[in-house]
Nanobody, 127 residues
Framework: QVQLVESGGGLVQAGGSLRLSCAASGRSFSIYAMGWFRQAPGKEREFVARIIWNGGVTHYADSVKGRFTISRDNAENTVYLQTNILKPEDTAVYYC????????????????????WGQGTQVTVSS
């Protein structure tokens, strides 16, 4: 099992920035990839960004490309999402997720490719 705990959400004005963190514990050595998803009120959860744990290859949703950056600290078992030039439409609960290699998950852009989820952190962007 892997436990994930997000932090760093909050209220920010449009154009501002927030840095979200996701700390992994437990069997974190089997993580293949980690991703960030978000869910706005009344909408389905959507993919935001992902990173391959070893190698650091990243992938972003078109809606955040150029504004958000995903990174990881292997020593701290933590993944970050730097969010810049925030827009009101970025308002959502942000979740981090981990794909377990031993379970065969690949951690793509699809929710069902992830095995573990955090509790979420609220990001609210005011206009």
């Amino acid at each position: 099992q892997v436990q994930l705990v997000e932090s760093g959400g909050g209220l920010v004005q449009a154009g501002g920035s927030l840095r979200l963190s996701c700390a992994a514990s437990g069997r974190s050595f089997s993580i293949y990839a980690m991703g960030w998803f978000r869910q706005a009120p009344g909408k389905e959860r959507e993919f935001v960004a992902r990173i391959i744990w070893n190698g650091g290859v990243t992938h972003y949703a078109d809606s955040v490309k150029g504004r958000f950056t995903i990174s990881r600290d292997n020593a701290e078992n933590t993944v970050y999402l730097q969010t810049n030039i925030l827009k009101p439409e970025d308002t959502a609960v942000y979740y981090c997720a981990a794909a377990d290699l031993k379970l065969g998950s690949r951690g793509t852009t699809e929710e069902d490719e992830y095995d573990y989820w955090g509790q979420g952190t609220q990001v609210t962007v005011s206009s």
